[in-house]
């Protein structure tokens, strides 16, 4: 799928894994579509790289989402990929003082509902586009077993896994892959100051990429593709491991 030159909508492209995504995807001659709220750091890309286009979008704001994708179904009909990758994190319990009940929605919003939304209206350009295309979703090893806080994330990411499953039952007859990428932890903003064993947002970023050339329609990043097996053998074991993720 990436053997020629794609033009790939890549979510939160700006950090983290997102970043290193787009600086691999780039060097190999891809063009990418960043989105992100971070206006400075959208103009450093745009700036520094030739074959990019940035858009500031809110994609916790439906408003703002659907502007978004009638400007991309109208300029980049010739839009290949989707990586639904932006994500945020809050870490506080329902019990904690600094638990804000606002974020609920908000997490919900950027972690499921953004990924949804996009692949509905950009689901006829997809298709209008006739090749191989694809949507890839980034979820979690949590999908498998949830840690004790930030329920909130480890409900959105089991529900991007769920959510990628049936739409891939959806489009099989079509001409779009469903593709998800299992992440452990990685070493970016979201997990700054906690965790160990992280590996590089790079080596993910190559992992995600190997994953889409091998036609994965499940890729295990790091030790995630340990999960499954644990999982049927010691789900237990599992569980109380990851609880303190
Ligand atoms: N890091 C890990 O250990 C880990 C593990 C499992 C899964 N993941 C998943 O991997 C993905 C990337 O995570 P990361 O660690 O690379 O995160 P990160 O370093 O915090 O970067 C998040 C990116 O998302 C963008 N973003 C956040 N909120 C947004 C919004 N409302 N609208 C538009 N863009 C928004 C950010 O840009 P702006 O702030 O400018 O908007 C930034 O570019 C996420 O889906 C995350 O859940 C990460």
């Not at 949804?116 to 890839?136: D, F, G, M, R, V």
């Not at 992280?198 to 190997?210: M, R, V, W």
């Amino acid at each position: 799928m990436l053997n020629e030159p794609k033009t790939i909508l890549l979510t939160g492209g700006t950090e983290g894994i997102g970043l290193a995504l787009f600086k691999q995807l780039h060097r190999l001659g891809h063009s990418l579509i960043v989105v992100a709220r971070n206006q400075e750091r959208l103009l450093s890309l745009q700036s520094t790289y030739t074959r990019v286009s940035t858009h500031r979008c809110d994609l916790s704001s439906r408003v703002e989402l659907e502007s978004l994708c009638n400007k991309i179904s109208l300029n980049h009909p010739d839009l290949s990929i989707i990586i639904n990758n932006a994500g945020i994190q809050y870490t506080p319990t329902f019990l904690d003082d600094d638990f804000l009940f606002d974020s609920i929605e908000h997490e919900t919003r950027v972690n499921f509902l953004a990924p949804a939304w996009l692949s509905c209206l950009l689901l006829p350009t997809l298709i209008e586009n006739k090749k191989t295309t694809a949507i890839i979703n980034i979820s979690s090893g949590l999908i498998f077993a949830p840690k004790t806080n930030s329920a909130i994330y480890c409900a959105t990411k089991a529900a991007i896994h769920s959510f990628s499953q049936s739409l891939r039952y959806q489009l099989e007859q079509t001409n779009i892959q469903v593709i998800e990428a299992i992440m452990p932890l990685v070493d970016t903003a979201m997990t700054a100051g906690r965790g160990a064993g992280k590996i590089s947002p790079e080596s993910a970023a190559q992992q995600i990429i190997n994953g889409i050339n091998q036609k994965s329609a499940e890729i295990y990043v790091g030790k995630t593709r340990f999960l499954p097996a644990l999982m049927r053998i010691l789900p237990s074991l599992v569980k109380r491991i990851m609880r303190h993720y």
